[in-house]
């Protein structure tokens, strides 16, 4: 069974520009969630998607929104970026809403110059 | 609020020691806990999930135990090798304004010298 996939893996962005990320879940997973992952903040949950409706948020700008397909991908969207939002971006899925066992991609490392 | 507290922050040991790694959270009220681990620049593995109602959880070299009443875990790494270098993240998953999330720790990055 492919594992969770995410495109692109890299990306270098310069300030005020927007960004979208790609992420495909294990196959029969429902469940989408996306973290930012940074040296000082470490693991911050951004949103949750489940059958193509967000279910959780966290605490971040409204500059971060995300989207889910009738297929389960799920993509995640920056728009007029900062310096600050220079990070890993990880995806994760799992087989049903809320935080069972997560299953996570292997990141989008986005570089804002 | 839920904090999650991984100790030590950074660990090096000699290969084929057994070593454990701390993990504490502030609300006993959880779900599930869960054990990463993350290579550099990597996304994260998943090494072991214990339910709530789990004492503990073992696969190969690896053991994970809970104790939800005094807000701790920990994984032991038996016979630890070179290739266990690695960050090990947990994560306990519970109700957060009405909702369930995963909050992680800071991790331990775990250096085995050969």
């Known amino acids: 069974k492919a594992g969770v996939t995410q495109t692109p893996r890299y990306l270098i962005k310069t300030r005020g520009q927007q960004v979208t990320l790609s992420c495909s879940p294990i196959?029969?997973?429902?469940?989408v969630s996306w973290y930012q992952q940074t040296p000082g903040q470490g693991l911050q949950f951004l949103f949750e998607y489940f059958s193509e409706t967000q279910r959780n948020k966290g605490n971040f700008p409204g500059r971060f929104s995300g989207r889910q397909f009738s297929n389960s991908r799920s993509e995640m969207n920056v728009s007029t970026l900062e310096l600050g939002d220079s990070a890993l971006y990880l995806c994760?899925?799992?087989?049903?809403?809320?935080?069972?066992?997560?299953?996570f991609g292997p990141g989008t490392r986005l570089t804002v110059l | 609020k839920q904090e999650v507290t991984q100790i030590p922050a950074a660990l090096s040991v000699p290969e084929g020691e057994n070593l454990v790694l701390n993990c504490s959270f502030t609300?006993?009220?959880?779900?599930?806990l869960q054990w990463f681990r993350q290579d550099p620049g990597k996304g994260l593995t998943s090494l072991l999930l214990?339910?709530?109602?789990?004492r503990e959880q073992t696969s190969g070299r690896l053991n994970a135990s809970l104790d939800k009443s005094s807000g701790r875990s920990t994984l032991y790494i038996a016979a630890s090798q070179p290739g266990d270098s690695a960050t090990y993240l947990c994560?306990?998953?519970?109700?957060?304004?009405?909702?369930?999330?995963?909050?992680f720790g800071q991790g331990t990055r775990l250096t085995i010298n050969p």
């Open positions: 609300d006993s009220a959880i779900y599930n």
């Open positions: 214990i339910q709530s109602s789990q």
């Open positions: 994560a306990v998953s519970l109700i957060l304004q009405g909702a369930q999330k995963l909050v």
């Open positions: 196959s029969g997973h429902r469940s």
């Open positions: 994760a899925s799992s087989l049903v809403a809320g935080a069972y066992e997560q299953f």
